[in-house]
């Protein structure tokens, strides 16, 4: 069993066109599960589909870019709800053309991707997928099967002297790009676009922008945007730029003995930043019952919540780019947009877990992707800012009321909505609707 593994088997029997030449048998594994495996219409159980593995091929190829680096675009929107377009470029059910094919969804998170599987039945082809399963890799190995799976399938091709079809022009595309070219592909890719069929004016923005903000705040820009909202994050992302040019510095020189926990990929992100926070509470002699705690951290690294760098009058609510942080070895400038003081004490803690974990030279944007590092962040600053224990020891029987939330959120300092969902996130039940961070 494996990870992630795709097995053809060709058919003996050839073909004169694209879909009787790469007719095989095809076994996918996803979490050391056998996803394609079914139950057929008298209870057999089967490992593997017999079907042509060019429609399969077309739509990697096809979605290449997209599949492998666009992520969702914020917590709220879950797999099963997101847009048709989305689930067009990464559900593989869209490349069904009349096959029946296990429910299996390739989901990006920046430098890894979530893979999942879940039972289906179907109907019309007396079929039943059984098994459920999930996984998450690093990009490149993910890439890695991905690719060969479809130069398998081209070579089939070449092989049986068939040439021209819609793959084998889309394959050519992706594997005679360069490196410099590949940049602007998962850029393009990121915001669900294919590179090489493109509207000239976010051709342009995207190559406009890279001198102006490097390849990595770009990124963060594309993994939080779409088609709709990527002019106007973009101009977020050069205020918040500019603005850490002369933003005060702060320090990471407190942090410098404690080791950041590893992006373990077998556990939800989310894990990562609460125990950041843990981490960066015991180091400073803080404990996790303070209501001062977030307040301590930032006296200590000399972040500086007060002050709202963003000269344009915008709506918190409109905001995808909450500020951005620069490091430069231990230290770091911290730009920070939102209005209001508790969601930029929420924005800095994010600041600080982003800072923490980057390169001694690298710039990063607080977006609302759903990238690991980015649901890190927002679980460290939830965790510093709204503490847990603190949490528990005020709930009454297991419980805030919609008072004990404001009450808390005023003494902390933050929104009322971080108390609530901190406190459900780690069963605490509220009279709070529950909203996303």
């Not at 020189?253 to 950041?260: A, C, D, I, K, N």
């Not at 500020?323 to 911290?334: F, L, T």
Request: aromatic share 8%; glycine share 4%; net charge negative.
């Amino acid at each position: 069993m494996s990870e992630f593994k795709i097995t053809t088997s060709w058919s003996p029997t050839g073909g004169r066109n694209e879909v009787d030449l790469t007719f095989c048998n095809l076994m996918i594994e996803v979490g050391n599960k056998v996803v394609t495996e079914f139950l057929d219409g008298r209870d057999n159980v089967v490992p593997q589909l017999q079907i042509p593995a060019y429609y399969l091929a077309e739509w990697m190829a096809e979605n290449w870019w997209a599949l492998l680096w666009e992520p969702r675009k914020n917590e709220d929107e879950i797999p099963q709800s997101a847009s048709p377009t989305f689930n067009a470029r990464h559900s593989l059910l869209s490349a069904q053309h009349g096959f029946a094919l296990p429910r299996l969804l390739f989901l990006p998170q920046d430098r890894s991707v979530y893979i999942s599987s879940s039972g289906r039945d179907v109907e019309l082809a007396g079929v039943r997928f059984r098994n459920t399963a999930s996984t998450a890799l690093k990009r490149e190995l993910v890439e890695e099967v991905l690719r060969d799976f479809v130069a398998k399938v081209v070579a089939r091709l070449e092989a049986g002297s068939i040439k021209g079809t819609f793959l084998q022009d889309a394959w050519s595309q992706v594997i005679e790009t360069d490196e410099e070219e590949a940049q602007f592909c998962r850029c393009a890719g990121a915001l669900g676009l294919s590179p090489y069929d493109i509207d000239d004016w976010i051709a342009d923005l995207i190559e406009r922008l890279q001198p102006v903000l490097g390849d990595r705040l770009l990124m963060d820009l594309c993994l939080s945007s779409t088609l709709q909202t990527f002019e106007s994050a973009a101009t977020l992302a050069e205020e918040a730029a500019l603005l850490t040019k002369n933003a005060a510095t702060s320090t990471l020189s407190p942090l410098e003995t404690v080791r950041l926990p590893a992006d373990n990929l077998s556990v939800q992100a989310y894990r990562r930043g609460v125990q950041a926070a843990d981490l960066v509470r015991r180091r400073l002699g803080i404990k996790d019952t303070d209501p001062g705690a977030a307040t301590k951290v930032f006296d200590t690294l000399h972040v500086d919540t007060t002050v709202r760098g963003e000269p344009r009058r915008r709506s918190d609510e409109e905001i995808s780019i909450t500020g951005a942080v620069v490091r430069e070895d231990s230290d770091m400038r911290v730009a920070l947009l939102q209005e209001t003081q508790p969601k930029r004490r929420f924005a800095a803690a994010r600041a600080v877990f982003s800072g923490w974990s980057a390169e001694p030279h690298e710039s990063r944007l607080l977006t609302s992707a759903v990238t690991r590092d980015q649901q890190a962040n927002r679980a460290f600053a939830a965790e510093l800012t709204a503490p847990k224990a603190l949490l528990r020891k005020r709930a009454s029987k297991n419980f805030l009321s919609q008072s004990a939330v404001y009450e808390l959120a005023d003494e902390l300092m933050i929104g009322p909505d971080v108390v609530a969902k901190n406190a459900e996130n780690n069963g605490i039940e509220t009279a709070w609707p529950r909203s996303g961070l």
